[in-house]
């Protein structure tokens, strides 16, 4: 299984196939879960962190995982860039799909044994209603927490290609026009503004002596918010759901 987010930027096409062609190596030789680690190039206080341990291969770079760090505030996160040998976790995995299932059933045995109630009712007349029985009785839980963090088969290749991890408003923003100091699409004008991340659509969005904004028109609604909690963006539209009124924007 490659497990690949549909929300990255990925540069340099043979570079990464070649990345994930020693992930699938290393996954059958190794039987171990792999993941893709990504050299960091700035204190970012939004991805998890991997610390590398032992090098196993001479090709492209792959070490076994000594641990795995979450999101980090900034001192900690320019202290682990400092040291060297912590790479980003991209949230890429490669594994066997048996070697899965067996650290699940090792290190999050409530999911497996109620995945295994689903597997059993596949092409069966109860397929539907046992699939929507069970997967609400599962407690969500991520890759990272509930497998990635505890078992003893994690292993990370280095990758060597252009990565980016587009899944919030600040990293979009990296990839938009530069004006002024600020990053901007659509109708905008800035005057006397720093830093901020403006995605117009019709109406036109003027900003006057502001920074660390992120201001989007998507037609119906208007965000403003703080840049630098961009990644809290999941409780925002938790708080919207909780209100029932505003159920039509979202």
């Not at 790479?87 to 890429?92: A, D, E, V």
Request: hydrophobic share 40%.
């Amino acid at each position: 299984m490659i497990v690949l987010p549909s929300d990255h930027y990925v540069e340099g096409k043979k570079i990464f196939e070649n990345t994930i062609k020693q992930a699938v190596e290393i996954a059958e030789r190794k039987r171990g879960l792999v993941t893709i680690g990504v050299k960091p190039t700035r204190a970012e206080t939004g991805y998890g962190y991997i610390e590398m341990g032992d090098r196993i291969t001479a090709a492209v770079p792959t070490f076994k995982v000594e641990r795995f760090l979450e999101k980090p505030n900034i001192e900690v996160a320019k202290d682990l860039i400092l040291k060297g040998n912590y790479l980003w976790n991209s949230g890429m995995f490669v594994w066997r799909a048996d070697v899965f299932l067996r650290e699940m059933e090792k290190y999050i045995p409530k999911m497996y044994r109620r995945l295994m109630v689903i597997y059993r009712s596949v092409d069966t007349e109860e397929e539907e209603s046992v699939i929507n029985e069970q997967y609400n009785l599962i407690e969500g839980i991520s890759v990272d927490f509930g497998i990635m963090q505890k078992t003893r088969k994690a292993y990370v290749v280095k990758c060597e290609f252009l990565w980016d991890d587009i899944g919030n408003y600040g990293a979009l923003s990296r990839f938009i026009y530069n004006y002024r100091g600020n990053n901007i699409k659509g109708n905008v004008f800035m005057e006397q503004c720093e830093e901020c991340a403006v995605f117009g659509k019709d109406k036109l969005i003027i900003g006057f002596g502001v920074k660390d904004l992120v201001i989007v028109d998507s037609g119906d609604v208007i965000l403003i918010m703080d840049k630098n909690r961009d990644q809290e963006i999941k409780y925002l539209v938790n708080k919207l759901i909780d209100e029932k009124k505003y159920d039509e924007y979202l």
